[in-house]
Nanobody, 126 residues
Framework: QLQLAESGGGQAQAGDSLRLSCVLS????????MGWFRQAPGKEREFVAG????????YYSDSVKDRFTISRDNSQNTAYLQMSSLKPEDTAVYYC???????????????????WGQGTQVTVSP
């Protein structure tokens, strides 16, 4: 059974950086597009960033574009989310997700992702 394990969350101050990691186990990593989503209290889970199986294509929400960078290391079965210039509004539980590659993969869509991690809390203080 495919498993996703996130790490790297924690407390930060506004302007700080954090890096989240997500390790995929028990399946071929390159079969999957990867995404990061987040959910703040009382809000819907929202798309943050996505990356194709090869790493050649990346996608971001407008709220994090130019501050966050998604990447992957296929030799380590790991996806990353480098978060810079953090803001209090970035406070949320962050989830990584994996979806089987196909030609018309919609990275922003939750329904595309079949597998989800347990989430890691990111809290940003002013």
């Amino acid at each position: 059974q495919l498993q996703l394990a996130e790490s790297g969350g924690g407390q930060a101050q506004a302007g700080d950086s954090l890096r989240l990691s997500c390790v995929l186990s028990n399946r071929r990593f390159t079969n999957y597009a990867m995404g990061w989503f987040r959910q703040a209290p009382g809000k819907e889970r929202e798309f943050v960033a996505g990356i194709s199986w090869s790493g050649g294509s990346t996608y971001y929400s407008d709220s994090v574009k130019d501050r966050f960078t998604i990447s992957r290391d296929n030799s380590q079965n790991t996806a990353y989310l480098q978060m810079s210039s953090l803001k209090p509004e970035d406070t949320a539980v962050y989830y990584c997700a994996a979806g089987r590659n196909h030609g018309s993969f919609h990275f922003h869509a939750r329904a595309e992702y079949d597998h989800w991690g347990q989430g890691t809390q990111v809290t940003v203080s002013p």
